[in-house]
């Protein structure tokens, strides 16, 4: 496939990957007659999994190290191909808790707000104007 058909499948600007090419992110593509890249279709399933490195927060420099083992030949680099994923993963669970606890406090202010709205309860920050406003007896 042609790099627009590869940044449309990705959603990746031509731009973005012929840096990722640059920068060895993504390895040089074989070159058809006219000098155009051809990208096999294996490609995507790379730029898949590089894409979700990215979105759970692996900095750049640790998807480059990643690429750059991954390009080494035979079992060498496994290991700490592994080892990456695994500490990654840690990170990535450790968020994930961090989220999920976050959403159920945004849940709380969510319903919090709807009873309020509803009149079930009194607002409380209406409550704390009302008597910060209010003089009191000398």
């Given at each position: 496939m042609l790099i627009g058909e590869l940044a449309t499948k990705t959603g990746l600007s031509v731009d973005t990957l012929r840096?990722?090419?640059k920068i060895g992110l993504v390895p040089r593509p074989l070159r058809d007659a006219g000098g155009r890249?051809?990208?096999d279709t294996g490609i995507l399933r790379w730029?898949?999994?590089l894409d979700?490195?990215?979105a759970t927060g692996l900095a750049m420099?640790?998807?480059l190290r990643y690429a750059e083992l991954r390009d080494q030949p035979g079992l060498a680099s496994v290991r700490e191909r592994r080892e990456m994923l695994e500490n990654?993963?840690?990170k990535v669970?450790?968020?994930l808790v961090k989220l999920q606890e976050t959403l159920e406090l945004l849940d709380e202010k969510v319903d919090l707000y709807r009873r309020i709205e509803s009149g079930d309860v009194p607002d409380p920050l209406a409550e704390l104007a009302n008597s910060v406003s209010k003089?009191?007896?000398a």
């Open positions: 840096y990722y090419e890249r051809v990208y730029m898949r999994f979700r490195l990215k420099r640790e998807r990654h993963r840690e669970a450790s968020d003089p009191r007896d």
